[in-house]
T-cell receptor, first 114, second 114 residues
Framework: AQTVTQSQPEMSVQEAETVTLSCTYD???????LFWYKQPPSRQMILVIR??????QNATENRFSVNFQKAAKSFSLKISDSQLGDAAMYFC???????????FGDGTTLTVKP | SAVISQKPSRDICQRGTSLTIQCQVD?????MFWYRQQPGQSLTLIAT?????????ESGFVIDKFPISRPNLTFSTLTVSNMSPEDSSIYLC???????????FGEGSWLTVV
């Protein structure tokens, strides 16, 4: 079985500041992918960033970057220069390539203060 | 990325009735996934739908309650049968695409059972 844990139910950040959302996971598989999704009030699940487990280099997408620590099974998301539009629920997800299934964390609600 | 259209986007349903949610993808995919997101909670996989075979249901979900059709490689339906207030949720259709088996989601169908 695989698990994904997001230990921060809620986080807040001042506009233009940096915030880090935590995620830890557990899997016995060697071939997997990790994702962060954003879910704004519209409820659409939007892909923020993805990381291949076999790559050591941390993924980046503009203001979003990850700190992937494979040995520690940690996958945190850093949002730089936070904007009001970043306010949303953020989900960490693990995709097991062999089983073709994804497991999601419980989510972190991010508030951005003007 | 993938363009995934879901209908209806929102509906209010009477207790005891059934509702079918449609999911259309912009190109052929092998597997389609149906998730449920209860209020304030994370995503839970209901079933995986492969074209030409019966859907594979996760623990806690049964075909009589959530029948799924997959008539071709771009379309699937999920029916929520004999609805009760506990079925009030967002139902999300998704597909995985390369690179990296990235999961893309439809806009979701927000059902309220009264």
């Amino acid at each position: 079985a695989q698990t994904v844990t997001q230990s921060q139910p809620e986080m807040s950040v001042q506009e233009a500041e940096t915030v880090t959302l935590s995620c830890t996971y557990d899997t016995s598989e060697s071939d997997y992918y990790l994702f962060w999704y954003k879910q704004p009030p519209s409820r659409q699940m939007i892909l923020v960033i993805r990381q291949e487990a076999y790559k050591q280099q941390n993924a980046t997408e503009n203001r979003f970057s990850v700190n992937f620590q494979k040995a520690a099974k940690s996958f945190s998301l850093k949002i730089s220069d936070s904007q009001l539009g970043d306010a949303a629920m953020y989900f960490c997800a693990l995709h097991n390539t062999n089983a073709g299934k994804s497991t999601f964390g419980d989510g972190t609600t991010l508030t951005v203060k003007p | 990325s993938a363009v995934i259209s879901q209908k209806p986007s929102r509906d209010i349903c009477q207790r005891g009735t059934s509702l079918t949610i449609q999911c259309q993808v912009d190109s052929q995919v092998t597997m389609m996934f149906w998730y449920r997101q209860q209020p304030g909670q994370s995503l839970t996989l209901i079933a995986t739908a492969n074209q030409g075979s019966e859907a594979t249901y996760e623990s806690g979900f049964v075909i009589d309650k959530f029948p799924i059709s997959r008539p071709n490689l771009t379309f699937s339906t999920l029916t929520v049968s004999n609805m009760s207030p506990e079925d009030s949720s967002i139902y999300l259709c998704s597909v995985d695409r390369d690179p990296g088996n990235t999961i893309y989601f439809g806009e979701g169908s927000w059902l309220t059972v009264v």
